[in-house]
């Protein structure tokens, strides 16, 4: 099994990987797992989808700086078919060759620079900022010379032989991220919603599908009106399906117009669910199911 993950090594992602592992492959560990390092987000999409990899593994959304949008993107573009999700809590730390006061450039993924945006302007205003494609890549880069630090978590400090000058600097103590775990998706995958309702049959896998599930759906609607999105969400309510999150996109159609990312409670094979889905579909003018996966 190949995972793509965002490299190099010592990437939060690289750490979700092998916490997912952990946990999924307990009772049977997989000894043939190896690791693609990819340089950002969409590489690691594209390696998927030109089976370059059989998984990928991405941030989806944080605690702090909230959804990654590029991840979003690529959820729509591509047909991907997510089978599970790890929470990683997320320890920011500066790193760097030489001492604070050396420090003229700080380099760090997006997500990691938006997360700490209070220290730095507090603490370095007039540093230049310069974006990574990870965190780890960071923290590779800033090796190069005493005056760059980069934002990473404390292991990149040990892979990349690095000074860790200070610990803990996110703004919020609280700081978690929710990667998704995701496959190419196949033909069979949305027979699980599309079938008529009623019970599911036993299977090997039944234990497992009794534990709580997350489902993702994306939605479009094309029809504007008011209470049109109300009249979706209503298909929840009146079934008691507990939103997790809901979250608009803009199309990239045209200004104003959106898409939206529901994620909810249950799983893509309950009945209730299936009921749900086939209730919504045709008050969207599209939708796609990304997925049903076992709950962190």
Not at 46 to 72: H, K, M, Q, R
Not at 158 to 183: E, K, P
Not at 238 to 257: V, Y
Request: hydrophobic share 40%; glycine share 6%.
């Amino acid at each position: 099994m190949i995972i793509g993950v965002l490299g190099p090594r010592g990437s939060y992602s690289d750490h979700a990987a092998s916490l997912w592992l952990s946990k999924e492959y307990t009772a049977s560990p997989l000894k043939d797992i190896s690791l693609k390092y990819c340089d950002d987000i969409i590489d690691t999409f594209n390696a998927v989808i030109l089976t370059n990899a059989d998984l990928g593994i991405v941030p989806v959304e944080n605690s702090i700086e909230g959804s990654v949008g590029v991840t979003l993107d690529m959820l729509m573009e591509h047909e991907i078919h997510i089978i599970g999700e790890v929470v990683v809590p997320i320890e920011h730390c500066l790193l760097s060759r030489g001492k604070i006061e050396d420090i003229r450039v700080i380099l760090s993924h997006p997500q990691a620079l938006g997360q700490c945006r209070q220290f730095i302007k507090s603490h370095f205003p007039h540093a230049e900022i310069r974006t990574t494609g990870s965190t780890s890549h960071a923290a590779k880069l800033a090796t190069e010379f005493e005056e760059m630090a980069a934002i990473a978590s404390r292991d990149s400090a040990g892979m990349y032989g690095l000074n860790v000058l200070l610990c803990n600097i996110q703004d919020c103590n609280n700081n978690h991220t929710r990667f998704i775990v995701f496959r190419k998706k196949q033909e069979d995958d949305d027979l699980a919603w599309k079938t008529c309702s009623g019970s599911v049959a036993e299977t090997d896998d039944t234990a497992k599908r009794d534990l709580p599930h997350r489902t993702s759906i994306i939605v479009y609607l094309d029809r504007d009106r008011p209470g049109a999105l109300y009249d979706l969400l209503g298909e929840f309510a009146i079934r008691k399906i507990n939103l997790t999150r809901i979250e608009s996109r803009p199309s990239k159609r045209i200004l104003g117009d959106y898409i939206f990312y529901i994620d909810f409670a249950g799983n893509i094979s309950d009945t209730i669910i299936k009921d749900a889905l086939n209730s919504i579909l045709p008050k969207a003018g599209m939708m796609k199911v990304l997925g049903s996966y076992e709950m962190m």
